[in-house]
C-alpha cells in the first residue's frame, strides 16, 4: 500500500553536510508520523528523529542542534537536513511511516540509503 523511497545519502567529510529525502507513495501520508532511524555497522538500529502528523519533533540527543527533520505534506516527502555531520553519524538512514501506538517493527519502511562521513 505505501512505498517509500529514500535519497540524499553520500560521502562527506566530517563537518560537511546532507540533506536526506524520503518521498512517499500509495498512502495517506499527511496522517502518519515519519521517522528517520540509522543501523550503524556492528550497532542496532536507532531513532534519529521523527515528526508527528501535526509537527511535533523528537531527536536522539546526539545529533540535537545538528539534524532537523522536516515534512511537506503536498509533496509527500519527509526531509532530514544534516549538519555539522560526524564519523558517528555514520550508517544507513532508514525512513519509516507509522501510526498510534504500533510496535517500530511494524508500519512501512524505505529500503534505505548509506551515509558515510569520513574523518
Known amino acids: 500500500q505505501v512505498l517509500l523511497v529514500e535519497s540524499g545519502g553520500g560521502l562527506v567529510q566530517a563537518g560537511g553536510s546532507l540533506r536526506l529525502s524520503c518521498a512517499a507513495s500509495?498512502?495517506?501520508?499527511?496522517?502518519?508520523?515519519m521517522g528517520w532511524y540509522r543501523q550503524a555497522p556492528g550497532k542496532q538500529r536507532e531513532l534519529v528523529a521523527s515528526?508527528?502528523?501535526?509537527?511535533?519533533?523528537t531527536y536522539e540527543d546526539s545529533v540535537k542542534g545538528r539534524f532537523t527533520i522536516s515534512r511537506d505534506n503536498a509533496k509527500n516527502t519527509v526531509y532530514l537536513q544534516m549538519n555539522s555531520l560526524k564519523p558517528e553519524d555514520t550508517g544507513v538512514y532508514y525512513c519509516?511511516?507509522?501510526?498510534?501506538?504500533?510496535?517500530?517493527?511494524?508500519?512501512?519502511w524505505g529500503q534505505g540509503t548509506q551515509v558515510t562521513v569520513s574523518s
Open positions: 500509495g498512502g495517506i501520508f499527511s496522517r502518519n508520523a
Open positions: 515528526i508527528r502528523s501535526g509537527g511535533t519533533t
Open positions: 519509516r511511516s507509522g501510526w498510534g501506538s504500533i510496535p517500530v517493527e511494524r508500519g512501512y
